[in-house]
């Protein structure tokens, strides 16, 4: 307030309030640098995350492979992370996630965000996908409480496919040996379900933030990461 009284009294010479100015101007380049620098040092502790949503059988996993092959992320499937603590011999969460995958229900959340920081802390990159979660509304308050301070969401790539498309990708999974239990019409009933009732409205919360990225999934794998690639370049 000082500068700007200067600037404004009538006898203060032409020259004078030239080199206010620009004095002014080049302070307030350098906060702005500053405020910068805070902001990248700030971000890069954080984990960076993408969330890679899609009913059953939209091929979250296999374009998951892909990114991680062409851009090196690491995928983290919350599926994946709860079957691998369902076989652990001991496991004190084996019984009950074994309970929630065969009824097609989802896991509590406090479980779920416990196993991917775990993962996250264990790995030496920064960069990864999240694939199959959040879920629900449960789900995404229980990550913002636990996670949301520790981690740069930077988009929610969502694979749009028919559930008719998905089941019978799952099916023929299921008949290939797939070796997961869900895989049967029962389970997959329950899943899409599931998915319909609870994931969907996550997505939309997701895209009144202007933070998710639609792909077409009934296409080839090779179609689809097509669309994938430009997102991580």
């Known amino acids: 307030s000082e500068w700007v009284d200067l600037l404004t009294v009538s006898d203060l010479p032409a020259s004078w309030a030239v080199r206010l100015c620009y004095y002014l101007q080049h302070r307030c380049m350098l906060v702005k640098r500053l405020l910068r620098g805070l ?3 700030i971000m890069s ?11 059953p ?19 983290l499937s919350a599926g994946d992370l709860l079957r691998e603590e369902r076989a652990k011999p001991g496991s004190e969460f084996g019984d009950m996630i074994e309970e929630h995958i065969k009824n097609g229900t989802i896991v509590p959340v406090e479980i779920t965000c416990s196993l991917l920081e775990r993962a996250m802390k264990n790995s030496e990159k920064n960069d990864f996908l999240i694939d199959g979660f959040p879920r629900n509304q449960n789900n995404l308050e229980g990550w913002n409480k636990q996670m949301g301070e520790k981690v740069n969401l930077k988009f929610v790539l969502f694979f749009n496919c028919p559930l008719e498309v998905c089941t019978q990708r799952c099916l023929d999974r299921g008949a290939a040996g797939s070796g997961r239990s869900d895989d049967n019409m029962e389970s997959l009933k329950k899943r899409f379900d599931t998915y319909m009732n609870a994931t969907m409205p996550i997505i939309e919360h997701y ?12 296409r080839s794998p090779e179609e689809v990461f097509e669309d994938v690639k430009p997102l991580f370049s």
């Open 39 to 41: 902001q990248s040092a």
């Open 45 to 55: 502790d954080k984990y960076n995350v993408a969330f890679v949503l899609g009913g």
């Open 57 to 75: 059988g939209a091929g979250k996993g296999t374009q998951c492979e892909k990114i991680v092959k062409e851009f090196g992320y690491v995928h």
């Open 207 to 218: 895209e009144a933030l202007n933070l998710v990225q639609t792909i077409d999934a009934t």
